[in-house]
């Protein structure tokens, strides 16, 4: 199930935030989004799940282009900073999303397992700590059903241990065949979550592949041993 993003480019006024943006995601595999602030990460992930309209390019589903209108078909978007239902427990939001999305209720207990999340089931989504929400509220993007999911910052607001714990169950959850796409700012955390990168800033694509990939494209004398902030730091 290859998606593929062509000449995405969005415009406010004489800004450019998106100018001419294309990449590929494969399936089964976690992809890192990484830049600067500005750099144009959340109005892409905007654009792509069809919350904002683009100005210009397509994306495709194997060769297939999808409309804006048959995203959600195809697209789960997890915002950052969000904080829904507050007066409803977390128990009761995982519910509804699997219900409301037609997710696999069977996947409900090992979610909760894998987040941390059976202290927190009956407690209001509106008392939560910002890491106990972030938690609560990627576990409702994993019990969608689309195969494509898509979470801006997953890390944020987590401690070490948790974004240890996030982090592979990110990863077990892409390779049962769900392909994720994440906005993470942590150069660590995306280094051990992610299997390949997007690195954008101005609004344009500035870098795509592995570590590896990446760092071939840095200048000859930097390459040897580039860790991934090194590589970031070089191309944005």
């Known amino acids: 199930m290859p998606l593929a993003?062509?000449?995405?480019?969005?415009?406010?006024?004489?800004?450019?935030?998106?100018?001419?943006?294309?990449?590929?995601?494969?399936?089964?595999?976690?992809?890192?989004?990484?830049?600067?602030?500005?750099?144009?990460?959340?109005?892409?992930?905007?654009?792509?799940?069809?919350?904002?309209?683009?100005?210009?390019?397509?994306?495709?589903?194997?060769?297939?282009?999808?409309?804006?209108?048959?995203?959600?078909?195809?697209?789960?978007?997890?915002?950052?900073?969000?904080?829904?239902w507050p007066a409803q427990t977390v128990g009761w939001a995982l519910d509804f999303a699997v219900a409301f999305f037609g997710g696999d209720p069977s996947r409900r207990h090992d979610v909760v397992a894998r987040l941390a999340l059976e202290p927190l089931l009956r407690a209001p989504l509106g008392t939560l700590s910002k890491g106990q929400r972030k938690r609560a509220i990627i576990a409702i993007g994993l019990l969608t059903p689309q195969p494509v999911l898509l979470i801006d910052e997953p890390f944020d607001g987590l401690d070490l241990r948790q974004s240890r714990d996030v982090s592979a169950?990110?990863?077990?959850?892409?390779?049962?065949?769900?392909?994720?796409?994440?906005?993470?700012?942590?150069?660590?955390?995306?280094?051990?979550?992610?299997?390949?990168?997007?690195?954008?800033?101005?609004?344009k694509v500035r870098g795509e592949g592995t570590l590896e990939d990446l760092a071939g494209a840095m200048p000859a004398g930097s390459r040897d041993a580039a860790n991934l902030e090194e590589v970031v730091l070089a191309l944005t």
Do not use: W
């Open 5 to 84: 993003v062509s000449g995405l480019t969005k415009t406010f006024g004489r800004i450019v935030a998106l100018d001419d943006v294309s990449f590929a995601l494969r399936e089964g595999e976690v992809l890192g989004l990484i830049g600067p602030n500005g750099a144009g990460k959340t109005t892409l992930f905007e654009c792509l799940a069809g919350l904002m309209p683009a100005d210009a390019g397509r994306v495709t589903l194997d060769g297939r282009i999808v409309d804006v209108a048959e995203r959600g078909r195809h697209l789960f978007y997890v915002p950052d900073a969000i904080a829904p």
């Open 169 to 203: 169950a990110l990863r077990d959850h892409a390779h049962g065949a769900r392909t994720l796409f994440l906005s993470i700012h942590q150069i660590h955390e995306a280094a051990r979550a992610c299997d390949r990168f997007v690195l954008l800033s101005g609004g």
